[in-house]
């Protein structure tokens, strides 16, 4: 009997119409866990490097995490993996809420699709039954209007729907696929959808799931469901915001390059909060967990939605206006399918042009003059691909080439033509340098963390910062904290470990299905996490019955981060890639980077191009790709 893990993949031919229900092999489970692991390992199998983004060869791939289904509280982010029609590389992207505990339910750890379908078309998943079924009366509805929808139509009122939007039904690179309160956003995994002419996934699932040592992994699953319920600091931040200086003084207003030195007053936080409490009649969260970090927001005149973090910031920061842009707007944009983080860049990267006589008025037939309503003008433009819209539905770095003109000078705020979160900083953070330049899912959001973004003042609140800091893997992170005094004075030895330390805990959050704002998002705040890599190899193997200790889980997510950078790395990806923004942070200093980045590859066991070395990949049981990089000429 397989525990946790059904054991079974659902594939769906959508080019022939096939449909198989596939035994998986437990050893890919002990090798890469589940999510995006086990994706990877597919992805390297069946899916040739010269494989273009919107071939049909090309594979949409979701998975459960390893811990889904099972009492493990928090456990419910589905990885959304292929490659980007953006970047030619690895799209990783995930998603919360219900869609992939459903998934277990079902009976399936992964859905995977490959092909196109002739025409428009759902998929119905109840259990064993699975169907593909003609979406021709959902062509141009919303992601919620779809699920709607659907629901009625199926009489399945606890089906769980992911759906693309008109974005990703026209191929917009920004394509998110949305669900419920979620979505899977980041390099256009809704424009893969899209192609493969799949509207929607619905989903109902009734068969059980089977843990090893239930009664062991159930105690355990209380306890620290006690400790996320009652701690102020696990997950909570997400939601409350009532602070929201750092975002508003330190990332890009306008333009993705003018940051409002000083902007935020305790009179705009007051407004803010106000603004918000009084169109909040609730909180939500995601399966099986027992914070509620989605703000559920009732705006006048549109459909009732919910956000956290950041995404609430991106469209009135984008437009220079404030809080009650973003409430009219967002529901909108998820409603079409957009990626919160990158369209309102898009958007006002293309008005930028404007302004600077790159574009002109004949590239905006009958735009507004009004800001806020030429961001609707634009964002239709985008959606519906017309005019302008059609290149800047490619995303910033293609629009500008595209353009041409001197465009290419206004995109500065790509890292491998994916666009970053807008960050405006004074020195460089040496980590954080690291984590953008080398992260594997180009979205620093998924791989920073575990560690602190700023030293604190004095010696007093250091302390006391690390003598609750029981998350860390290994005593020396407590004296590389205490040690620090200046944002960018800190040890090349330090930034590699600290990089090393946030990208693992993401790369294990993402095979076993945990979301990262119970275990690798929490320390750099001070707070307690629920998660960490003392507990974990304990709870996996409650789950699962396999024999993980701190060192063997440890190996197996250093395996997992090397099996991604070799996908890349077979696409093309280079050391000449691995570059932040220019203006991300406002002092630079180039020998510095590149000595920093030569020490960091050296760590990690890669050559001086950032390639994972023979002797690194058979060390990991990776010997198949060093095999094939050797006959490629890249080794």
Not at 56 to 64: G, H, K
Not at 210 to 237: T, Y
Not at 527 to 534: D, S, W
């Amino acid at each position: 009997m397989r525990y946790a893990e059904t054991g079974y993949n659902l594939e769906i031919n959508l080019t022939t119409g096939s449909i198989e229900k596939v035994e998986t092999d437990i050893r890919n489970t002990e090798l890469y866990i589940g999510g995006q692991g086990t994706a990877a390992k597919i992805l390297w199998d069946r899916v040739p490097p010269d494989t273009e983004p919107f071939s049909e060869d090309n594979l949409l791939i979701f998975s459960t995490g390893l811990l889904h289904g099972t009492p493990v509280p928090g456990a419910n982010r589905v990885a959304v993996n292929t490659f980007s029609p953006q970047t030619n590389l690895q799209a990783h992207s995930l998603m919360g809420s219900y869609f992939g505990p459903e998934m277990k339910y079902a009976g399936y750890d992964k859905i995977i699709l490959k092909g196109k379908s002739p025409s428009l078309v759902y998929l119905w998943i109840h259990n064993d039954k699975v169907e593909i079924r003609d979406a021709s009366h959902l062509a141009g509805k919303g992601t919620h209007e779809t699920a709607t929808i659907l629901r009625e139509e199926l009489s399945q009122e606890k089906a769980q729907i992911a759906a693309i939007g008109l974005a990703g039904e026209n191929r917009v690179f920004t394509a998110s696929i949305d669900h419920s309160d979620a979505c899977a956003s980041r390099a256009g995994v809704g424009a893969i959808m899209g192609d493969k002419r799949v509207k929607a996934i619905a989903v109902r699932g009734t068969q059980d799931i089977h843990v090893a040592h239930p009664a062991e992994l159930f105690k355990i699953c209380q306890d620290l469901r006690i400790i996320m319920k009652n701690s102020e600091h696990v997950g909570d931040w997400m939601a409350v915001d009532e602070d929201d200086s750092f975002h508003h003084n330190n990332f890009a207003w306008g333009n993705a390059r003018t940051r409002i030195r000083n902007y935020w007053t305790d009179e705009i936080q007051e407004r803010f909060t106000r603004l918000k409490y009084d169109h909040m009649p609730r909180q939500t969260g995601c399966y099986n967990c027992p914070k509620s970090c989605h703000n559920v927001i009732n705006w006048p005149e549109r459909r009732r939605f919910a956000y956290k973090c950041y995404a609430k910031d991106t469209y009135h920061m984008a437009s220079f206006q404030e809080l009650d842009f973003s409430y009219e707007i967002l529901p909108v944009a998820t409603e079409y399918g957009l990626d919160a983080y990158s369209t309102p860049q898009i958007i006002a990267f293309a008005l930028e042009l404007l302004d600077a006589g790159i574009l002109t008025e004949r590239d905006f037939p009958g735009m507004p003059e009004d800001i806020r309503s030429r961001f609707y003008y634009i964002m239709e433009k985008i959606v519906r691909r017309e005019g302008i819209g059609d290149i800047l539905a490619n995303g910033v770095y293609h629009a500008a080439r595209q353009i041409g003109n001197g465009a290419e000078a206004f995109d500065h705020n790509t890292v491998k033509k994916f666009e970053q979160l807008p960050i405006k900083l004074g020195k460089l953070n040496p980590p954080y340098f690291l984590m953008i330049a080398t992260g594997n899912k180009m979205a620093i959001t998924q791989i920073e963390g575990s560690f602190p973004q700023d030293p604190l003042p004095t010696m007093e609140e250091r302390q006391e910062f690390v003598d609750d800091w029981e998350a860390v893997p290994d005593e020396k992170f407590k004296q590389y904290f205490l040690n620090w005094d200046k944002r960018n004075e800190i040890s090349n030895e330090a930034s590699c470990a600290i990089t090393e330390w946030n990208e693992m805990m993401h790369t294990l959050d993402d095979s076993d299905g945990i979301c990262g704002f119970l275990s690798s998002f929490r320390g750099q705040f001070g707070g307690r996490v629920a998660y960490h890599i003392h507990n974990l190899p304990t709870i996996i193997n409650l789950a699962t019955g396999m024999n993980f200790d701190e060192k063997s889980l440890w190996e197996t997510g250093t395996r997992i981060r090397n099996l991604i950078r070799a996908l890349n790395v077979r696409r093309g990806m280079r050391r000449s890639d691995e570059v932040p923004p220019a203006d991300h942070w406002a002092v630079r200093d180039h020998e510095f980077e590149q000595k920093l980045l030569d020490d960091y590859y050296e760590y990690r066991g890669w050559n001086k191009d950032g390639i994972p070395t023979k002797e690194t990949l058979e060390k990991l049981q990776l010997g198949y790709i060093s095999d094939d990089f050797v006959k490629r000429g890249i080794l």
